[in-house]
């Protein structure tokens, strides 16, 4: 095969590294849900320990088929880069494929294995954040800001309903307002009410209760699942 033919080639391997890669992303954002979800559902003598190890050493592996992948790309744009440089006529005369081997061989050699990965560092700390569960948590579920007075009153977010004034099972927040309430409330709201707005007193969100704007907030419901444990 001519060295302009392979170069095609390479352009059609590059766009399926794109979707590996977005399977890559899922497939880790997966590994965090279930590790919570086991976290979550833990009882007392079970392996959940053993479990999370598991789903840990997955997480690795994926970190590792990241970091091959984009060690491969880079390789094969290098090549590419090179190839492009060359004559028509030089590029007849070489095997682009030969030259992706060789440099990949080369950067291989030159790798240390250890891999790091955001993904990686997210699954730990909401592990940690679980196993911890309170103040960090509630936290984290907000924005993590430097201002005390702001950190104080995120410490104090309920785990009761702004309209039942009960403690929630099942809570939901608005994408408007990041108002929580319990499911079952403000879906009865919904129904009863047409435009209706956020029930919560003094709140600025202007927008009328619409269902698709109301997310599970599992965050929240883990927290409070963990402080009736
Ligand atoms: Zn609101």
Do not use: F
């Not at 279930?34 to 997480?59: F, I, N, P, R």
């Not at 569960?133 to 410490?155: I, L, P």
């Not at 047409?194 to 599970?216: E, R």
Request: charged share 30%; with cysteine; aromatic share 2%.
């Amino acid at each position: 095969m001519s060295g302009i033919a392979s170069l095609q080639m390479v352009d059609g391997a590059l766009r399926s590294v794109d979707k590996v890669q977005s399977y890559i992303t899922i497939g880790m954002e997966d590994i965090i849900e279930v590790s919570l979800d086991l976290a979550e559902m833990a009882t007392e003598g079970d392996d959940t320990e053993g479990q999370l190890l598991d789903l840990k050493e997955m997480m690795q592996d994926y970190a590792m088929m990241e970091h091959d992948l984009q060690q491969y790309v880079k390789t094969v744009k290098q090549v590419k880069g090179q190839v492009q440089k060359l004559s028509i006529d030089e590029q007849m005369d070489i095997e682009v494929p030969d030259l992706i081997e060789k440099a990949l061989n080369e950067a291989q050699g030159s790798s240390d294995k250890a891999v790091s990965h955001t993904k990686i560092d997210e699954l730990k700390e909401k592990l940690w954040q679980y196993k911890n569960a309170g103040e960090t948590m509630v936290r984290s579920a907000n924005e993590v800001t430097e201002d005390e007075d702001v950190v104080m009153t995120q410490c104090e977010v309920s785990t009761k309903c702004p309209i039942t004034k009960c403690e929630m099972v099942d809570p939901v927040t608005n994408k408007h307002c990041q108002h929580t309430y319990e499911k079952t409330a403000i879906m009865q709201m919904l129904r009863n009410r047409k435009n209706a707005l956020c029930p919560v007193s003094g709140c600025g969100n202007k927008t009328p209760l619409d269902k698709t704007d109301l997310v599970d907030n599992r965050q929240l419901k883990r927290l409070i699942n963990q402080r009736n444990k």
